[in-house]
């Protein structure tokens, strides 16, 4: 129990020292989880590299006390190719389940990240703080002796689980305006100034592809959808339809109408209907 106090404390005492921000995100709580999904993927590990299918890489929250949250990363799919060595690589063909899994340690609001020994490995970049403004400097990756700020590109949409969202980019990353969340990647690293701990503590040092995101349990916000002018048509097109009729078959009965009476004119020029002017 004394062991586990001083490693929280110890996260307090780093965290204090690398945040940017005081406050852990607002919807940041036990439970949450955010899913991505790769359709195709080379995974580098140390004794060669893997390819995989329908792979999705998952990190979930399981336990919070309101300064430092535990993790559950994991990433699986079909491994379809095993490579061992450098070139010239062995070749494995064998179609298997793929599976990794870590646990680590981090701290919402910094960002920081931890294993489970307690060893700062990084600043995590699976969220980051939400609602920056357009060239706003932003931390992505924070140590001791190295610090690493990205302008954030702030515009466009992306699509989630939710619907379209509006989007900013950092480097290759992209993130929810409104929760800083991640919503697509063009591949994670887990080496180099930016990498990503969570990758890192897969013991991967690269995963390469576009991970979509597919699922989450948080919620994102308002929907920004690109305007449907498509319906907005069918919705103006169809009463207007119905109104060009009508007035068509109103003109038409009415033009109808009038030739006849002009007609009936033409053919009986006197009134049928003898008066006493007419008898005088």
């Known amino acids: 129990m004394a062991a586990v106090v001083t490693l929280f404390g110890s996260f307090a005492y780093i965290n204090c020292c690398l945040a940017d921000s005081l406050f852990a995100p607002t919807w940041f709580k036990e439970g949450i989880y955010a899913e991505y999904k790769f359709e195709d993927i080379e995974v580098l590990v140390s004794d060669g590299s893997i390819k995989a299918q329908n792979a999705i890489f998952r990190w979930e ?3 919070y006390n309101g300064s430092t949250a535990k993790l559950n990363i994991t990433l699986s ?3 379809t190719e095993r490579f061992y060595g450098d070139f010239p690589a062995k070749i494995v063909n064998d179609v298997v389940p793929l599976f990794m899994s870590a646990q680590v340690y ?7 990240v931890y294993c489970v020994n307690g060893t700062h490995i990084g ?38 689980p939710q619907g379209f969202q509006k989007t900013f980019i950092v480097g290759r990353l992209y993130h929810d305006l409104d929760t800083g969340l991640m919503t697509l990647t063009r591949g ?3 080496f180099s100034d930016v990498k990503e701990p969570a990758i890192d503590a ?3 040092d690269l995963l390469a592809g576009t991970g979509n995101f597919a699922a989450t349990n948080i919620d994102l916000g308002p929907k920004d959808e690109p305007f449907n002018w498509q319906a907005l048509f069918a919705f103006i097109a ?3 339809a119905f ?6 078959v109103y003109w038409k009965r009415r033009k109808t109408k009038s030739n006849r009476n002009r007609i009936h004119q033409l053919a009986c020029p006197y009134p049928t209907k003898l008066t006493v002017d007419h008898l005088s």
């Open 61 to 63: 929250c399981t336990n």
């Open 77 to 79: 799919g079909t491994q």
């Open 106 to 112: 981090v701290d919402p609001a910094s960002r920081a």
């Open 123 to 160: 600043t995590t970049h699976l969220w980051l703080p939400a609602n920056p403004a357009d060239g706003e400097n932003i931390t992505i990756w924070n140590m001791p002796a190295n610090k690493v700020t990205l302008p954030a590109r702030v515009g466009g949409t992306t699509t989630t």
């Open 188 to 190: 994670i690293t887990g």
């Open 202 to 204: 897969l013991k991967i």
């Open 238 to 240: 169809l009463p207007s």
């Open 243 to 248: 109104a060009i009729t009508f007035i068509g």
